[in-house]
């Protein structure tokens, strides 16, 4: 195996000198330069990037972990991520915790191993302090969902208001009696995307049927079958508001399956905006998340902590868009 010594040897060179020539580091005279890389071609001479890697102590590489690779929704987030860190000289590792909280602090351990530069979590139901802790010693970044009180950097929007003005726009079209269909309630966008959507409903004086709320998975299936069990009702709702567009999606092929229409028959409200909102028919109406901006930004927050900076600000909430399609009626529309 060709070793860096005998680069420097056929180049009359130091090792330290090929070194820097590798690093792309000045103080490098250009006919030296040239004489290296002409030894490093001749000898087709690989760098041990692992033990270069370990000498320095980083690994040129970052951490993503989401709850669940198959939602489209983090596509678009991890596009926004990598496009940041290949500029910056990252390589991005994924891992998909597949809704599995132990999952979630396994990938701790590649911070604690040191086999990875930092992380960024766009899942965030693990034990607060034990994550408090951790950000404390390593670079970690959260995205799109958030912990309470927690003082570790996030980017997100505010799922609150969102959702309450996804509700209130449905209020405003004259439905009064209005169904929501939830997330998991052990995560925290869920609980808030309900809270804005009660805040909608107490707001206008309207009638609060526990049965409208019914809480799903995020899955086009759950969407589904919940929506079955919504129009089985002896007085059904006559809008769906759900959390995410995949169960809004679902809704309408459940109405669709029982030969109603959306809207005349039923209105239906999603919340992302992922790509097919806009192509499935009818169009969906739909909370427009920023999400390749989403990504950028904590990638920005976490290259500022790899590189040891201090932080002016911790919490960064981005611009979301209420986007009026054919579900609700009102198509064209943006808020």
Known sequence: MV???????????????????LRNAGNVKEETRKRVLE??????????VLGRNLRRMETETILVVVPDMTN????????????????????????DTQNNIRLEEEYLNLLRQKQVDGTIFLTARINKELMEEMSQQFPIVLACEYLEGATIPT????????????????IKLGHRRIAHLSGPMNIILSRDR??????????????????????????????Y???LKLLALKNPPTAIFAANDEMAIGAIKAIQKLSLHVPDDIAVVGFDDIKIASIFEPNLTTISQPMFEI???????????MEG???DRRQFVLEDRLIVRDSCGGKGMEK
Not at 3 to 21: E, G, P, Q
Not at 40 to 48: A, M, T
Not at 200 to 206: F, N, P, S, V
Not at 295 to 305: D, H, I
């Open 3 to 21: 070793r860096i010594k005998d680069v420097a040897k056929l180049a009359n060179v130091s090792t330290a000198t090929v070194s820097r020539v």
């Open 39 to 48: 030894a490093i071609e001749k000898l087709h001479y690989q760098p041990n």
């Open 72 to 95: 489209p929704f983090f596509s678009k987030v991890l596009r926004g991520i990598e496009s940041v860190a290949i500029q910056n000289g990252y390589r991005v590792l994924l891992g």
């Open 155 to 170: 980017v997100s929007i505010d799922n609150i208001s969102s959702a309450r003005k996804a509700t209130e726009h449905l």
């Open 194 to 223: 309900l809270r804005g959507y009660q805040q909608a409903i107490m707001q206008y004086e309207l009638d609060v049927d526990p049965v409208l709320i019914q809480e799903g998975d995020f899955s086009y299936e759950s969407g």
């Open 225 to 227: 079958n919940l929506t």
């Open 295 to 305: 990504g950028e930004k904590a990638m920005n927050l976490l290259l500022q902590l």
């Open 309 to 311: 900076k201090k932080l």
